[in-house]
């Protein structure tokens, strides 16, 4: 049984001559494996003997994973994969129409449940556990509505073949083009054809036209990419739910409890600053927005009061919780991602949809859509919209992002391109900083080239697009992944000249796994309380759930935004591993009573939600060796977890291959010069590589945008302590903020850290010569436009003398010559010339 277990399981990747595995995680970038069979194992094995020790676990054959060359596989993806039984059938055509006519009207019928559900439902401010991730658009649910027909035709469709769940997407790709083009028309597929102008330099708002052979790709409301494909309950759509053994998986609150126990002063960091953590937020925030279902007319779902609605997904609190009992609660409030269909309105299982650029690209600082980046400027000098002397970003009047507003009515919320911006203070901060680097940028090369409102706009958007992407690739990415990480997988600056590797081919999006797990490693980083340093603000240290969408701080004159930059680069942030803080698994976003959300149960519902697979497959995605138990320490065990995080797992899940993603990775133990575990070092590296290989205006990138040799030489000057400095009232900073002040990282006075040039930006215009103007007989003249002084422009080539009557002795003796002192840049030949016919003026009349 347990070698036709590991036979399944070995169809996870490309397969051989021999039916065997070999796993290419370049072929990852290129987009979701496809054609791989994602097996069923649920009630395939009996449960194992339960070995001394160590809690029951499959144990199949060990698997023995081959080495990697991320480089050695075709451009789009794997071909030629397929399963050794031969699949099914795809439906007919009548059964197709069948499906989608069925789900049509389910979908109508879901639609007037929730219509009789509205009285549960809330505005954002008040409903429970509400943050800004609860903030949809209408776009993105305009595009879900469109995709749940889809979602539901392709249950209906495969829903009367007996067939395995595993078989269902397969089944599916088969259906002809012809019929499901016709669906497409029926059902308005959101993700349709766009122009482009090949000819811009610059990106647009939405992240479109970036890959000009696939325009979409990367563009602000779209699906996530996947590494691999979904891990559904059905295949399709339901969350996962079961284990291994047909039982239902752990609840993601005991999850929370028994792994992820309280962490606040017993586990720092013992080199990276706060900082770290809330840069990584911060990025975070630029290539991803989860579009969350809703109600309504936008209200928020209450799944405690109604689980049954399509979109619910709510988690049970058990009665002897150690802290929600206290409150008699028995429910946490949690819904579904809206579901979307792939980028090509193929049927198959729900996807989710990123409503922000998925490309680093300063969207957080922008804006995702030309709405969000119109509302955002001044149209006036290049500059963004600001508030309070220029010195913090702009309000939020009509509070949209509905934050906690003091008693004060001249606090108010913000607005930035990101609307969680008011999240908690650190990340207003963090991008006020950014607004005012722009507006910085923007004013000098105003006044240094006078150029109009949009080029000085679009030129200071791509500086700080290229500042944002060089700080992460050379200051933030080296300490989460460590330096050979950095090396084997391309991430690292080049020390001078471009990066020559833009690839049409390697798709940009942001991967799901990456999204609703591997990313959020940093929630372990957070600490229990925010710190405000500076004269007066040294001892004040409120708990972090006091500061939930609380922006008056930020308003204080005597500190604010420098007070706060501050604290995050002196104090340690926690380290990465399972624990988090109660600030964040107690009271999130708490409003009232004593407590708030679980972010810790909330990452695990969430990978269930999106069908993320478990733990073990992504260490064979990885070539890592999966767990066939939980023994800590060992091939073939918990390789890569301590005794007592490998005691915590077992303690929780009935095998090895039921972990959840999010806990599994987390909780082992980091790589080599980096923070996180091989696992996540691995997601995350392949996901910031997609990010540099696939973006074409990469600010390294050697393409028709890119940077002169010049700039890109001032672009890679950037630190974020000066970015820092220029835009804080700090004059004393540690040069590397992503760790913290110590006497191996001293501060060190901002005037001493390099300075981005902008003059290299200077508007070079080259001289350009008037026409010749006959002064006289034998005499024209012309006049040269030469740049001004110390001006980056080419001077005239050539002479602004033309002498007509050179071989004429009798005309050259009486003509009247021009002033050589008069004549500026006059090229040396013309000078000597001008001597001689002097010299022989002057020999003729004494002759």
């Given at each position: 049984?347990?070698?036709?277990?590991?036979?399944?399981?070995?169809?996870?990747?490309?397969?051989?001559?021999?039916?065997?595995?070999?796993?290419?995680?370049?072929?990852?970038?290129?987009?979701?494996?496809?054609q791989i069979i994602i097996p069923n194992i649920k009630g395939q094995q009996e449960r194992p003997g339960i070995r001394p020790g160590v809690r029951p676990g499959i144990r199949p054959g060990r698997p023995g994973i081959n080495r990697v060359d991320i480089n050695s596989i075709g451009k789009i993806g794997i071909a030629g994969i397929h399963r050794i039984d031969v699949a099914p059938k795809a439906p007919s055509r009548k059964a197709i129409e069948t499906a989608l006519k069925t789900a049509t009207a389910k979908v109508r019928k879901d639609d007037r449940t929730e219509q009789s559900m509205r009285k549960f439902d809330t505005p954002d401010i008040r409903t429970e556990g509400f943050g800004p991730h609860l903030l949809t658009s209408l776009e993105?649910?305009?595009?879900?509505?469109?995709?749940?027909?889809?979602?539901?035709?392709?249950?209906?469709?495969?829903?009367?073949?007996?067939?395995?769940?595993?078989?269902?997407?397969?089944?599916?790709?088969?259906?002809?083009?012809?019929?499901?083009?016709?669906?497409?028309?029926?059902?308005?597929?959101?993700?349709?054809?766009?122009?482009?102008?090949?000819?811009?330099?610059?990106?647009?708002?939405?992240?479109?036209?970036?890959?000009?052979?696939?325009?979409?790709?990367?563009?602000?409301?779209?699906?996530?990419?996947?590494?691999?494909?979904?891990?559904?309950?059905?295949?399709?759509?339901?969350?996962?739910?079961?284990?291994?053994?047909?039982?239902?998986?752990?609840?993601?609150?005991?999850?929370?409890?028994?792994?992820?126990?309280?962490?606040?002063?017993?586990?720092?960091?013992?080199?990276?600053?706060?900082?770290?953590?809330?840069?990584?937020?911060?990025?975070?925030?630029?290539?991803?927005?989860?579009?969350?279902?809703?109600?309504?007319?936008?209200?928020?779902?209450?799944?405690?009061?109604?689980?049954?609605?399509?979109?619910?997904?709510?988690?049970?609190?058990?009665?002897?919780?150690?802290?929600?009992?206290?409150?008699?609660?028995?429910?946490?409030?949690?819904?579904?991602?809206?579901?979307?269909?792939?980028?090509?309105?193929?049927?198959?299982?729900?996807?989710?949809?990123?409503?922000?650029?998925?490309?680093?690209?300063?969207?957080?600082?922008?804006?995702?859509?030309?709405?969000?980046?119109?509302?955002?400027?001044?149209?006036?000098?290049?500059?963004?919209?600001?508030?309070?002397?220029?010195?913090?970003?702009?309000?939020?009047?009509?509070?949209?992002?509905?934050?906690?507003?003091?008693?004060?009515?001249?606090?108010?919320?913000?607005?930035?391109?990101?609307?969680?911006?008011?999240?908690?203070?650190?990340?207003?901060?963090?991008?006020?900083?950014?607004?005012?680097?722009?507006?910085?940028?923007?004013?000098?090369?105003?006044?240094?080239?006078?150029?109009?409102?949009?080029?000085?706009?679009?030129?200071?958007?791509?500086?700080?697009?290229?500042?944002?992407?060089?700080?992460?690739?050379?200051?933030?990415?080296?300490?989460?992944?460590?330096?050979?990480?950095?090396?084997?997988?391309?991430?690292?600056?080049?020390?001078?000249?471009?990066?020559?590797?833009?690839?049409?081919?390697?798709?940009?999006?942001?991967?799901?796994?990456?999204?609703?797990?591997?990313?959020?490693?940093?929630?372990?980083?957070?600490?229990?309380?925010?710190?405000?340093?500076?004269?007066?603000?040294?001892?004040?240290?409120?708990?972090?759930?006091?500061?939930?969408?609380?922006?008056?701080?930020?308003?204080?004159?005597?500190?604010?935004?420098?007070?706060?930059?501050?604290?995050?680069?002196?104090?340690?942030?926690?380290?990465?591993?399972?624990?988090?803080?109660?600030?964040?698994?107690?009271?999130?976003?708490?409003?009232?009573?004593?407590?708030?959300?679980?972010?810790?149960?909330?990452?695990?519902?969430?990978?269930?939600?999106?069908?993320?697979?478990?733990?073990?497959?992504?260490?064979?995605?990885?070539?890592?060796?999966?767990?066939?138990?939980?023994?800590?320490?060992?091939?073939?065990?918990?390789?890569?977890?301590?005794?007592?995080?490998?005691?915590?797992?077992?303690?929780?899940?009935?095998?090895?291959?039921?972990?959840?993603?999010?806990?599994?990775?987390?909780?082992?133990?980091?790589?080599?010069?980096?923070?996180?575990?091989?696992?996540?070092?691995?997601?995350?590296?392949?996901?910031?590589?997609?990010?540099?290989?696939?973006?074409?205006?990469?600010?390294?990138?050697?393409?028709?945008?890119?940077?002169?040799?010049?700039?890109?030489?001032?672009?890679?000057?950037?630190?974020?302590?000066?970015?820092?400095?220029?835009?804080?009232?700090?004059?004393?900073?540690?040069?590397?903020?992503?760790?913290?002040?110590?006497?191996?990282?001293?501060?060190?006075?901002?005037?001493?850290?390099?300075?981005?040039?902008?003059?290299?930006?200077?508007?070079?215009?080259?001289?350009?010569?008037?026409?010749?103007?006959?002064?006289?007989?034998?005499?024209?003249?012309?006049?040269?436009?030469?740049?001004?002084?110390?001006?980056?422009?080419?001077?005239?080539?050539?002479?602004?003398?033309?002498?007509?009557?050179?071989?004429?002795?009798?005309?050259?003796?009486?003509?009247?010559?021009?002033?050589?002192?008069?004549?500026?840049?006059?090229?040396?030949?013309?000078?000597?010339?001008?001597?001689?016919?002097?010299?022989?003026?002057?020999?003729?009349?004494?002759?």
């Amino acid at each position: 049984m347990w070698n036709q277990l590991y036979a399944l399981l070995l169809l996870f990747s490309i397969l051989g001559p021999a039916g065997c595995l070999q796993i290419n995680l370049n072929a990852l970038m290129k987009g979701t494996l496809d054609q791989i069979i994602i097996p069923n194992i649920k009630g395939q094995q009996e449960r194992p003997g339960i070995r001394p020790g160590v809690r029951p676990g499959i144990r199949p054959g060990r698997p023995g994973i081959n080495r990697v060359d991320i480089n050695s596989i075709g451009k789009i993806g794997i071909a030629g994969i397929h399963r050794i039984d031969v699949a099914p059938k795809a439906p007919s055509r009548k059964a197709i129409e069948t499906a989608l006519k069925t789900a049509t009207a389910k979908v109508r019928k879901d639609d007037r449940t929730e219509q009789s559900m509205r009285k549960f439902d809330t505005p954002d401010i008040r409903t429970e556990g509400f943050g800004p991730h609860l903030l949809t658009s209408l776009e993105a649910i305009e595009i879900s509505e469109n995709a749940q027909v889809m979602i539901e035709t392709a249950k209906n469709a495969v829903k009367k073949l007996r067939i395995d769940k595993s078989q269902r997407r397969k089944v599916l790709e088969q259906i002809p083009d012809g019929i499901l083009n016709k669906i497409k028309k029926q059902t308005s597929c959101p993700f349709g054809a766009i122009q482009c102008d090949p000819t811009s330099e610059y990106r647009t708002a939405d992240g479109s036209c970036n890959n000009l052979a696939n325009p979409l790709w990367g563009k602000s409301h779209t699906p996530f990419e996947r590494f691999i494909p979904s891990f559904y309950e059905d295949g399709l759509d339901d969350p996962r739910a079961t284990d291994v053994f047909g039982d239902p998986l752990p609840l993601a609150r005991d999850i929370s409890v028994k792994v992820h126990t309280v962490s606040d002063s017993t586990t720092q960091m013992n080199d990276l600053s706060h900082f770290s953590m809330e840069f990584g937020q911060f990025i975070s925030h630029d290539i991803q927005m989860n579009a969350l279902s809703k109600g309504q007319y936008l209200s928020n779902l209450n799944c405690c009061s109604s689980p049954q609605r399509r979109n619910c997904f709510p988690i049970p609190l058990p009665t002897n919780d150690p802290f929600y009992s206290t409150f008699n609660r028995t429910c946490m409030n949690f819904v579904r991602a809206l579901g979307t269909t792939n980028l090509e309105c193929t049927l198959g299982p729900r996807q989710q949809l990123n409503m922000n650029t998925h490309y680093l690209d300063g969207s957080a600082v922008y804006g995702s859509n030309k709405a969000t980046a119109d509302s955002l400027r001044q149209f006036s000098g290049g500059r963004l919209k600001t508030s309070t002397n220029n010195q913090l970003l702009p309000k939020d009047i009509p509070n949209k992002s509905s934050c906690i507003l003091p008693a004060n009515p001249n606090i108010k919320c913000f607005q930035a391109g990101d609307p969680r911006v008011n999240q908690q203070p650190a990340l207003i901060a963090l991008q006020t900083i950014w607004m005012k680097e722009h507006n910085r940028i923007a004013n000098t090369l105003t006044q240094s080239n006078g150029w109009t409102d949009e080029k000085a706009y679009q030129e200071a958007r791509k500086i700080i697009g290229a500042m944002i992407q060089h700080v992460t690739y050379n200051e933030y990415l080296p300490h989460i992944l460590g330096d050979q990480q950095m090396i084997d997988l391309d991430l690292k600056p080049k020390s001078s000249g471009y990066f020559t590797h833009y690839d049409t081919t390697t798709k940009p999006q942001i991967r799901n796994g990456f999204s609703a797990a591997a990313f959020r490693f940093g929630h372990s980083m957070v600490r229990q309380r925010l710190a405000y340093n500076g004269p007066l603000h040294s001892n004040q240290n409120p708990l972090l759930h006091n500061e939930f969408l609380r922006p008056d701080k930020i308003y204080d004159v005597n500190g604010g935004i420098s007070s706060v930059t501050r604290g995050l680069y002196e104090e340690f942030s926690q380290k990465v591993d399972r624990k988090m803080t109660k600030e964040l698994t107690e009271r999130l976003f708490e409003r009232t009573h004593g407590f708030g959300g679980d972010l810790a149960a909330v990452n695990i519902q969430r990978g269930r939600d999106h069908g993320i697979a478990s733990y073990n497959i992504w260490r064979m995605v990885c070539e890592l060796t999966p767990a066939d138990d939980f023994t800590a320490g060992v091939s073939g065990g918990l390789e890569h977890h301590s005794t007592a995080e490998a005691l915590a797992l077992a303690n929780t899940y009935s095998s090895p291959w039921d972990i959840d993603l999010f806990t599994g990775g987390v909780s082992e133990t980091p790589i080599s010069g980096g923070k996180v575990g091989p696992t996540f070092a691995c997601m995350i590296g392949l996901q910031f590589r997609a990010l540099k290989f696939g973006d074409r205006f990469f600010y390294e990138g050697n393409t028709d945008v890119k940077f002169t040799p010049t700039q890109l030489t001032e672009i890679k000057k950037a630190t974020m302590a000066r970015i820092i400095c220029e835009n804080t009232n700090i004059n004393s900073i540690p040069k590397d903020v992503f760790r913290k002040t110590t006497s191996s990282n001293p501060e060190i006075s901002c005037s001493s850290l390099p300075e981005l040039n902008l003059q290299k930006w200077k508007n070079c215009v080259d001289g350009g010569w008037s026409g010749f103007v006959k002064k006289n007989r034998c005499v024209k003249m012309r006049v040269c436009n030469n740049p001004k002084p110390n001006s980056c422009g080419k001077k005239c080539v050539g002479s602004p003398v033309e002498f007509t009557c050179l071989n004429n002795i009798k005309k050259l003796k009486n003509i009247k010559l021009p002033n050589i002192n008069g004549l500026p840049n006059i090229e040396r030949p013309s000078i000597t010339l001008l001597r001689n016919i002097k010299s022989l003026q002057s020999r003729r009349r004494k002759g």
